[in-house]
């Protein structure tokens, strides 16, 4: 087959069409916005992804098909990526008589408001949360402002906001829903599955249209970048000014971001996005729902992908604990040649991954559980919510007639790497599903982990922290309150 | 007299009262602004044609010798236009902003602290200039750096003089105190993180001339500083800040160096120039709240009185003076937060470490006081195995007697019974506290805590002559109102509470008084918009320019119309003329045509204060603002994590000028206090980097740290027993420390784990961290 190719982006723009015939790869979006198209309302306050105050929308036609839009940080977010997209920013939303829009006029009328360089971010967070759930109860709104960092107003007026906005009467349409039809077409139209690759050398940047595109492409450019949600390299060009490329994308790829129930699991696509992620593997396994909640806010969720968080190998990223626990493989592709490997055999050591020149993560398939397994995952920050893990555990204990048969624990932020605690595992199985158990299987944690001390936490509280994780994964099994839960009713 | 008198009375809606006058809640003036990403901020503007842009070259170590510097590779970077030095610079090379000539633009021959500028690029992008930066390669000769207070015991140097303060004979009544005990307390600082960052643009204007626009909350300082470092009169500099994006006290000296940098360079390079550092250069190389370790020693009885009480307040103030000096003297000013020392000896020591210098943050020391001062109460309670509440009303100030503060300044409009009890009864904290100790018996992992904590802070600049300033009204033909003054809009509401002053004067609707930037062209010689102060000295200055054009057009109307003054009222959009009534507009232009001038400059300052620092005695604070908060706690014992079920405000802001406006403002310090005291850490390795220098490892709150019930209510019966403006009271600062609250509830909660009986000396921030390590800490104590 052969691939027909495209040498330029095109995206929306609010309600205009933007190509762009030359890119360097890694031009961001929020400088785009304000330097080339000097669309000033997104502010800049961190550059990292970590404030909100750039948050715009961005709005594409989802495996179903449907048109969705979703908060970024356009801060860590790079032009390219946004081939076939429509990207929404707080000039969009005030009616042309200039009417403000509901979101806007409660804050306006909640004194939501008051240096205002967080706002247009907020105001966007808020609109991305008022599309879905315009009555949003106060656990819902928190969660959608999880990204949003505000320094004046302490919250309070904004959440009051938040909760009015449905009550104000939308005076001139909003504009996404007068324009959905024709943001529909226009991008079901750019959906031509072409790849697209532009410039030369470390300004060249490719985004395969398809799985085996992406295969042929890497294969040929071993030493390119790859790119998916951008919540790590991002950082690598905002901060560091690494020079990065070639860049190939992989967020657009077709069929990378499936998600399948298989027989004996779930099956993840790489660029299964946080959010999407969230949503299934909740399902199957509860404990995650609390716990995906709480990695990055809203923003990053809707960037970040599995297969990202995976591959950049970090020893205090969020899902490898818990997918390790549960079993779950990872399967890369090299140039069309598939090898699936353990999750935990991945992680080789600090900075290294078993991972070839070429090859990429294409998917994750994890097992369901079996009966009499039990499964908790326990995250640890400093702030509860869009925090780096000080340290976070996982649970997986096959409990039969009381006695511990199975044990599958693994932690992050404890080593170099994610990793499993095998002394602590093998000091609980073959024995009775107890306190003294848990007790005396406690001392195991020093064989399986020397932990750093960092700005973080210190190697002490990480230690007595994980060993205290395994008593709460014991205590709450025997229906005792052993940690806090800001709404309980939505996190039970 | 005045032959013909045509009172015209036209027809025009005889409004009730006006649109947004004094003392009703009235949205920012900006909102709307806000909202929709139109308002500007400097980064916003738009750049005159050819603007280049700086990047500050950052030390590497922390302590050292500079022993070469070589920035060829700087130079020949792509789209690099020049560099600048120390050498480079035409006045002088100094931006200290007390004159200490300890703070140099660009170091030199050593350096101080890791992040201390050294250079600068000026590049034709933003981009060019951060990557050029890269490329430069300085060597040091390295010296172990002091960081710590800690390391600094063996060989303490200060930089600026200490203040004691003392009253009675503390030592003899230490001595003689039925019980006594002695602690210390850890207090860490805090970075501002406003929203938006530093940032300066300069244009060159003719001759020695140029315009800066500045992120700052000092507009004075930064023309000073930048005429200082040019070699210029401050007349030649014209300093310009419509709005920031938030400034906390950390754009009160932390912006000139910025503004300096990009004067040089635009001055140099015949082109505007703007310097806007990334969000971790930003973190790296300003200023921060100081951190403190504090010694405590205090005799008291058996009902929890104090006798006699000797304090310590050590700060960590970094590698020069900047405004350590009258921070640290904050500090000793608020170490009796509400209570009254019989005998009292407190002393200062700001030292020198090898860190950022730290600077004025929201407070200005006051708040490291008053925590300090709460841990002895509490300490004093774990003791006597009392209600901390019960100990803090044992000692409160009296109103008649026992109200003299250890600046010898007399307590006379104290209102902290009423606050206290009132958020006593409506927070329910007896029955609350009674409960908490109940669930704790049963509770086994989490455990609660509840905690009632005042505050009682001094307004007024502790540097007398601060408390001054000056506003320019001018008044059209049409009517509509011109108003200016020497404050800066940082999302306080303070131009928007002055302009509400200003049409409450002429009885105008607020839309007809237009709101206009800072600048020192206009208004000169002002004070950083600070110690809280904005609105008082703003806001009088305001309604004396208003005043003295409101007086002379009575004059006018009165000789034109024949009529007495008094006769003459201003009211809802018009004026009453001896019974005749006319539109304020009307009345303007008769008076224009008479040649009344219709501008003036008004003046204020604060009546009464005076301070004599050698002394330590006088009476620094005008009035006294007072507000008391109620926090409940849950902490989960086996990770110390916790979250803040409920907090219960009170707070006396006098007569609200806006109670919208004021409620944000407890509400907003409140947060930021409970930030600074729970998760806001900044740690810094042995090699004095600061390893917390961006939003992605220094926590502030989120929406979801809010407590989960906040009930926040201003005391609506206050009124300031002293003129101030409108008897309305300052409420930047105040509120900040009613989150002393939440430490206190944290530690009560942590109490709980050995019955209450060891205090649990709870340090700050009370990260997850600490609160674990201290309840392993009292597990240690409880089992020995
Ligand atoms: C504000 C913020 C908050 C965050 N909070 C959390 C958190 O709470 N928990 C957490 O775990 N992480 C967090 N992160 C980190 C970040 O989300 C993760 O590391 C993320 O998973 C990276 O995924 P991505 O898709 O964005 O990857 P990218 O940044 O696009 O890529 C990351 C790395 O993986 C490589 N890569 C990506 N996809 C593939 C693939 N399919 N095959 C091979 N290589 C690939 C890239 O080349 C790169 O080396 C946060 C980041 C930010 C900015
Ligand atoms: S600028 Fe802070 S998240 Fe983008
Ligand atoms: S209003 Fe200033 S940061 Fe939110």
Known sequence: MTLSTRTHIRFRLNDRTVTLNTLRPTETLLDFLRLERRLTGTKEGCAEGDCGACTVLVGRLNRDGVLVYETVTSCIRFVASLDGCHVVTIEHLKGKDGTLHPVQQAMVDHHGSQCGFCTPGIVMALYALWMRDAHPSRPTIEKALQGNLCRCTGYEPIIRAAEAMAEISQKTADPLQAERDEVRSQLAEWQTGETVDMGDGADRLILPASIDALAQSFAANPKATIVAGSTDVGLWVTKQMRPIGPLIFVKQVEGLDAIEETDGGIRIGATVSYTDASAVLSETYPAMRAYFDRIGGDQVRNMGTIGGNIANGSPIGDTPPPLIALGATVTLNNAGTHRTVPLEEFFIDYGN???????????????????????????????????????????????????????????????????????????????????????????????????????????????????????????????????????????? | MNEMKPIRSE????????????????????????????????????????????????????????????????????????????????????????????????????????????????????????????????????????????????????????????????????????????????????????????????????????????????????????????????????????????????????????????????????????????????????????????????????????????????????????????????????????????????????????????????????????????????????????????????????????????????????????????????????????????????????????????????????????????????????????????????????????????????????????????TTGKVPNTSATAASSGTDLNGMAAQVAARTIKDRLIAFAADFYDVPAESIVFSANRVDVGGHPMSFAELVKQAYVARVQLSAAGFYKTPKIHWDRDKGTGRPFYYYAYGAACSEVSIDTLTGEYQVERTDILHDVGKSLNPAIDLGQVEGGFIQGMGWLTTEELWWDSKGRLRTHAPSTYKIPLASDRPLIFNTRLAEWSENAERAIRRSKAVGEPPFMLAVSVLEALSMAVASTADYRICPRLDAPATPERVLMAIERLKAAGAA
């Open chain 2, 11 to 518: 027809a025009f809606e005889a409004d009730a009262t006006i649109r947004g006058g004094a003392h009703v809640s009235q949205r920012h003036d900006s909102a709307h602004k806000h909202v929709t990403g139109e308002a500007v901020y400097i980064d916003d503007m738009v750049e005159p044609i050819g603007t280049l842009h700086g990047c500050l070259g950052l030390s590497t170590v922390a302590n050292g010798a500079i022993l070469s510097v070589d920035l060829h590779a700087v130079r020949a970077a792509p789209g690099v236009v020049g560099v600048l030095t120390a050498v480079d610079i035409p006045g002088e090379n100094d931006i200290s902003p007390t004159g200490r000539h300890d703070e140099p633009v660009f170091a030199e021959t050593e350096v101080l602290f890791h992040g201390q500028p050294i250079f600068a690029v000026i590049a034709e992008t933003r981009d060019a200039a951060r990557r050029a930066c890269l490329k430069a390669e300085i060597t040091y000769e390295e010296r172990p750096p002091v960081i710590d207070i800690l390391d600094t015991a063996d060989d303490p140097r200060l930089v600026t003089p200490p203040l004691t303060l003392a009253r009675g004979d503390a030592a003899q009544a230490l001595e003689s105190a039925p019980h006594r005990l002695d602690g210390t307390m850890r207090i860490g600082g805090q970075d501002h993180f406003y929203l938006e960052g530093q940032i300066a643009m300069a244009i060159p204007g003719e001759d020695g001339d140029v315009q800066v626009f500045s992120s700052t909350q000092h507009p004075s300082e930064v023309q000073h500083m930048v005429a200082h470092v040019l070699g210029v009169p401050s007349n030649a500099v014209t300093v310009e800040v419509r709005r920031i994006g938030g400034g906390f006290g950390g754009k009160e000296t932390q912006g000139n160096i910025f503004a300096a940098v990009a004067a040089v360079a635009a001055k140099r390079f015949g082109r505007a120039v703007k310097v806007r550092p990334d969000r971790d250069d930003d973190m790296v190389a300003t200023g921060k709240r100081h951190d403190f370790l504090v010694d405590y020693d205090v005799g008291f009885d058996a009902d929890g009185r104090i006798q006699g009480i000797d304090y310590t307040y050590a700060a960590r103030c970094g590698y020069s003076s900047d405004l350590s000096g009258p921070v640290t003297d904050r500090a000793l000013f608020h170490c009796d937060n509400a209570y009254y020392y019989p005998a009292v000896k407190a002393v200062s020591a700001p030292l020198f470490t090898n860190t950022v210098s730290n600077t004025a943050f929201r407070g200005f020391g006051g708040p490291q006081g008053v925590v300090a001062c709460e841990r002895v109460i509490e300490e004093i309670a774990y003791a006597l195995a009392k209600d901390p509440l019960e100990v803090r009303r044992a000692n409160f100030y009296g109103t008649d007697d026992r109200n003299v503060t250890p600046y010898h300044q007399t307590v006379e409009d104290n209102v902290i019974h009423r606050v206290v009890d009132e958020l006593e009864a409506s927070s329910d904290y007896q029955a609350r506290r009674a409960d908490i100790i109940a669930f704790n018996r049963e509770s086994r992992i989490i455990k609660r805590g509840i905690a009632l904590t005042p505050v009682k802070f001094g307004i007024s600049f502790t540097a007398t002559h601060f408390n001054q300033a000056g506003a320019l009204v001018h008044v059209y033909t049409d009517g509509s109102v011109h108003l200016n003054h020497g404050g800066t809009e940082m999302g306080q509401g303070l131009f928007t509470k002055v302009a509400q002053i200003v049409a409450e004067e002429f009885q105008i609707d607020l839309d007809r008084v237009k709101i206009t930037a800072t």
């Open chain 1, 353 to 492: 991954q078993d991972r070839q020149p070429g090859e990429f993560v294409e998917r994750i398939d994890i097992p369901k559980l079996r009966n009499n397994e039990i499964f908790a995952v326990y995250k640890i920050s400093k702030r509860r919510d869009e925090d780096i893990s000080a340290l976070a555990g996982a649970f997986k204990l096959m409990i039969e007639a009381g006695r511990i048969t199975d044990a599958r624990i693994a932690f992050g932020g404890m080593a170099a790497t994610p990793k499993r605690a095998r002394h602590v595992e093998a000091a609980l199985v073959g024995r009775d599903w107890s306190i003294e158990t848990i007790e005396a299987a406690l001392p195991a944690f020093e064989s399986d982990y020397q932990p750093l001390s960092d700005w973080r936490a210190s190697s002490d509280y990480r230690m007595m922290t994980a060993k205290n994780l395994l008593r709460r994964c014991f205590l709450e099994q025997q229906g005792e309150t052993a940690s806090l839960k800001r709404f309980a009713a939505v996190e039970a």
